[in-house]
């Protein structure tokens, strides 16, 4: 919304000054009265610590506790006082008191609730004192309980009644709740505070026991669980060990090792001296063998010149070549070993020679027997330390296997017990907790019954009615504006029409108008002052066009093209101006009505008049002339320098009326003897009037009504008045209200 739109929506506002004080007084003057009769209100203050940032409990473990937990704590604390069940047990607390005490804080009203006979009564106190040690709700679908619950109602002790004066919050950055209660009674409210504090104790060390006996509870039967499988592994793994004779097994394990290697050491020893008496036999079968060999030392002695005649030859060879030949080098060395070989043999063979070789052969054969028969006991021997290696070995495997499932049941034991200690441990300390569990907000500040009313909020109704109702009425003030499309000043004008405003005119009453008067006598109403200003406006607009001829139009019937004109050419003849006027409105003949002077001979426009073209003529083969016809039509009026020419009103068009002559010419010729011609025509909306006179005329002036609205019938005529391009002067806004023009 621009500046100026602000601007006018302010001047709205102050011509409304008075509806905008008298209303808001009003509402002020009501609400003083109906705010007498309220009674004063006491308040009374308790506070709780609750220990949830301080650190002065016994403490079972090393739990910390944040900035969030501690708010969250303090929420939940609050939206707990506040719950049904904690209000309802202060609820039961009042309605005890009030039942059974002699001073009662509230009064039994007869009109909201039966009477109770001494039974019910009794019975309710009953239900009372059995709910409240019980901590439980009253159900609805229990007759007797739903009555006790109306029966709250009616004293106003129900929960959500009681939340409506009640207000707990926690103390800033501290560690303590403020609880405040507000009620007609000060006991009353120190009661409801205190009572508040003391059962929301109590029902906290509730929860809190209760909780705990579940944890003792539920950790002392898994410790139960955990012993039980630690009991079971136990005698699992003891079973194993005595169903495999298994005492100690990695002892056991050591020794069976030890063995293994004794045997093993044996087994090589058996092994050495089964070698050794094996070629001891060899050696003994070699020597019975050289005894059937005796026959062939000769035979040896010439391998030995053999041999002996090859090194000399390869010797010689091998010197020569320089001594580098390491092949024959090898080969050399050969034969010098063989050589040495056959000469063993020979020396062996014969030293024996000598014996008796019989003698010899029966030593030797004794020799080998003996040697065998150790062989066949060495065998068994290694055979017997075989086997007894075999089983050795697989009893170590044995012991292997059964080590690993023992070690595995012994893994399985030494978690059960390490889960059953951490069970144990968990009892212990929820046990322990148990002990001490209870409910760490104390009553710090009982609430105490407060001598002094609560500062009463009647003047701050009273203010806020007053304020209330000033903004109602600038909301419908402005509403009301903003919906209203009449085009009552020339703001609204501006927004609505899109044409070029010449001048506006002002309401007046125009029956009582005597305009001979009003311009030559001093007059004290400021609507004819204005009048008359915003009358040599126009006026001034109407001579600065240079223009004579003039059609005022209009989109609809009613705007007041008929009074604009007159006033026009009364203004335009103040300064001698010679003004015509010709009605040619055939449709609502006004300007005739009101200008004509009636008299015998009076001439007016109409298709007849121009058909004949014979006025007052003895001859009607005689045509009047051009000048005398017009001179014939026109009539005086009772204003000096205005003419007029009435028309018989009627249906017919101005193309129909103007038919036979040349209106065109006759304008022309009007023209030259007058100042300033004002035409008259039809509604556009209704008629094409305007349309057939636009040509014959220099401007185009529309006439709007303030009180009018602009509808799609007058979009489409204003389109047709802004086709007029250079002939169309400017409307003229009539009969503007003054409150209007002071915007």
Known sequence: MEMFDFIVLYRILLRKLWLLILI????AVVTYFLTSGIPNRYKSTAQLTTGFTTNDQITITNEGSSIRDAGVKFNNLIETMKSELVLSLVSYQLMLHDLTDPSPFRKFDPKAHRSLSAEEIQESIAICKNKLEKMELLSSFDPKER???????????????????????RVKDTD????????EDPILSAFVVNSLSQEYIRFDNDIKSSRSGQSVTFFESLAKEKKKILDDKTQLLNSYKSTNNVINSSVETTSRISQISSYE?????????????????ANTQRRLASLDKEQGTSNSN?????????????????????????????TITDLRYDLQVEMDRLANVEGNVGQSQTSVRLDLEAKKNQYELELEIAEANLSSINSTLGALNNSVSGIANKEVTISVLSSELENATKEYNEALDRFNTEKNKALIASSPIRLVISGQPNGYPEPSKRWLLIGFSSAASFALCVLSIVGIELIDLKLKNPVQFRKFVSIGLAGSINLINAKKLNLDFLFNNPVKSKEL???????????????????????????????????????LAYSLSLVKKKVLIIDTNFKHNSLTQELLVRTADQKKLDSGVFIRGLIGSANPNHEMSEEDFVASIISATNHKGINIIGNSEGDSSPSEIFAGRDFGKMMAELSLNYDYIFLEGSSLNNYSDTKELVEYVDKVIPVFSASSVIKQLDRESISYLKSLNGKLMGAVLNGIEMKELKI
């Not at 109602?153 to 009681?162: I, L, P, R, V």
């Not at 303590?176 to 009620?183: N, R, T």
């Not at 010197?319 to 390491?326: E, L, Q, R």
């Open 176 to 183: 303590y709740i403020k609880i405040q209660f507000v009620s």
């Open 265 to 281: 050491l044996a087994r090589t020893e058996a092994v050495s001296k089964i070698q050794a008496i094996r070629l001891s036999i």
């Open 529 to 567: 002052e204005a009048f008359k200003h915003f009358l040599r406006k126009l006026r001034f607009e109407v001579e600065a066009t240079q223009a004579r001829t003039f059609l005022v139009t209009s989109t609809k019937n009613g705007e007041g093209k008929t009074f604009v004109i007159l006033c």
């Open 147 to 169: 009555r006790l619950l109306d029966l709250f109602t009616s004293y106003g002790y129900s929960n959500w009644q009681m939340l409506a004066d009640l207000a707990i919050t």
């Open 24 to 27: 808001p007084l009003l509402a």
């Open 302 to 330: 010439s391998k030995i010149l053999q041999i002996k005649s090859k090194i000399e030859e390869l010797t010689k060879i091998y010197n020569d070549g320089g001594s580098t030949d390491a092949t024959l080098h090898k």
